[in-house]
């Protein structure tokens, strides 16, 4: 008889639904970046297939709805409160001006890489502030 390992679930999260370990919230994250990219890549593919468009011209940017979504699910799970709105605002001015930088230094590449890497920035960056910059303000505000 083999036992089965009993392992965490992916991410980890608290009683109230809020993801507990940074490296889940990034790991998470960059896994939904790499999904979106996959997806566009199929969809820019079968429309440069069919003659509607080149290949590669599609919006990288688009890559960053999946970890919108876990980002919008993270906001929901902390109590309403000004750290939660003041930590997003935060994460969110860092995350876009970090993922245009990023996007106007890969400026030559197609559109589909320089968003892709745009979008991965972002969530990254975003990611990090929101993790850190939530916690050290709900610290200080209760």
Request: aromatic fraction near 10%.
């Amino acid at each position: 008889m083999t036992e089965r390992s009993e392992r965490a679930p992916f991410p980890r999260r608290d009683d109230e639904g809020r993801i507990v370990v940074l490296a889940d919230l990034l790991g998470v994250a960059l896994v939904g970046v790499v999904v979106g990219l996959v997806a566009l890549l199929v969809i820019d593919l079968g429309a440069s297939l069919i003659g509607l468009g080149e290949f590669g011209r599609a919006s990288g940017w688009l890559a960053v709805v999946l970890p919108a979504w876990i980002f919008v699910e993270e906001f929901r799970a902390w109590r309403f409160g000004p750290a939660r709105v003041a930590a997003a605002l935060v994460a969110a001015a860092v995350g876009i001006a970090a993922g245009l930088l990023a996007a106007g230094l890969a400026a030559s590449t197609p559109p589909l890489v320089s968003g892709g890497l745009a979008a991965a920035v972002f969530a990254m960056a975003y990611a990090l502030v929101w993790f850190v910059g939530v916690r050290w303000l709900a610290g200080r505000t209760n």
